[in-house]
């Protein structure tokens, strides 16, 4: 299973193929490693469990902005993990004056580390490129490597979350409203609360919860600057869905639903993140 490269969006059991996404090519793969974590994720993420003094994975880390987040927390120690020597490379450059961090080339299913080694496993954004069996694979590994009341920390997108309206905050729910076939293919490749929570429950992990957070994408100064950062497609794989040409047209639509061009916008996403016991 490769994390840094997705030949195609999943679905649940048999995917949906939609338009290759090559998250190696340059245009591409820095806009998914040029943000911060923001202050409400490290609190949350600190209210689920303390990252001061505890051995961390980061199981598909990308280019490291969230091992960043947990290593300026003051975990002991991170290994970041990803099928993608271009993602690890990334990640080298955005840890680099960081002198706790190993890196791991392996699979979201198998990923060659001894058993028992970390408080915590991390896995942002990385279960809806999973199908359900995928699922449970990786769910177990994540329990193998995990010691014991070690947690799982999990952060993705469920189809409640991707398809809420649209707002000043949440720029993304005009995706769908725009393009319903958009809305169709996030519902294709995400998975509902019930289904990730059965898979840790059958996995073996205990005390499974839920929360909610809206997270802080961007501030843009103004609706020029949401423009330009939609028209790049920046860290929005359902953008490269839409042609140039429908891509302008749902700048246009936004801009229409926006109250003045020059009023900062605070965009957010809502993600579900589960936390699971071993």
């Known amino acids: 299973m490769a994390i840094g490269i997705l030949p195609f969006i999943q679905c649940e059991n048999e995917r949906r193929r939609t338009t290759p996404i090559n998250f190696h090519a340059e245009e ?5 490693a040029t943000r911060q974590a923001t202050g409400t994720w490290k609190t949350l993420i600190n209210q689920i469990v303390e990252i001061q003094g505890r051995t961390v994975a980061d199981i598909g880390c990308g ?9 300026d927390m003051g975990a002991a120690h991170i290994t970041c993990i990803d099928s993608s020597e271009v993602m690890l490379s990334d990640a080298q450059s955005t840890l680099k004056a960081h002198n706790n961090i190993s890196y791991i080339r392996g699979d979201a299913l198998q990923t060659t580390v001894d058993a028992q080694q970390f408080d915590i496993v991390l896995e942002r954004a990385l279960v809806h490129h ?16 995990l010691k014991p009341g070690g947690i799982l920390i999990i952060q993705d997108r469920t189809p409640e979350d991707c398809l809420l309206a649209g707002s000043q905050t949440n720029i993304r729910g005009y995706f769908f409203a725009r393009y319903p076939r958009l809305a169709q293919q996030e519902i294709a490749r995400r998975h509902d609360n019930a289904t990730v929570m ?14 909610q957070l809206w997270e802080t994408r961007q501030v843009h100064n103004n609706f020029a600057a949401l423009e330009k950062d939609l028209k790049a497609r920046t860290g929005r794989s359902i953008l490269h869905e839409l042609n140039d040409d429908e891509l302008n047209d749902l700048n246009e639509y936004i801009h229409r639903q926006l109250d003045g061009d020059n009023q900062a916008i605070v965009e957010q ?5 589960w936390s699971a016991m071993r």
């Open 28 to 32: 591409i793969r820095n806009t998914y």
């Open 63 to 71: 280019g490291g902005i969230y091992a960043k987040a947990m290593a």
């Open 198 to 211: 059965s898979a840790l429950h059958q996995t073996g992990f205990r005390v499974v919860e839920k929360r």
């Open 269 to 273: 996403d809502r993600w579900t993140i």
């Open 130 to 145: 999973l199908n359900r069996e995928e699922l449970a694979k990786n769910f177990a590994e994540a329990l193998r490597i």
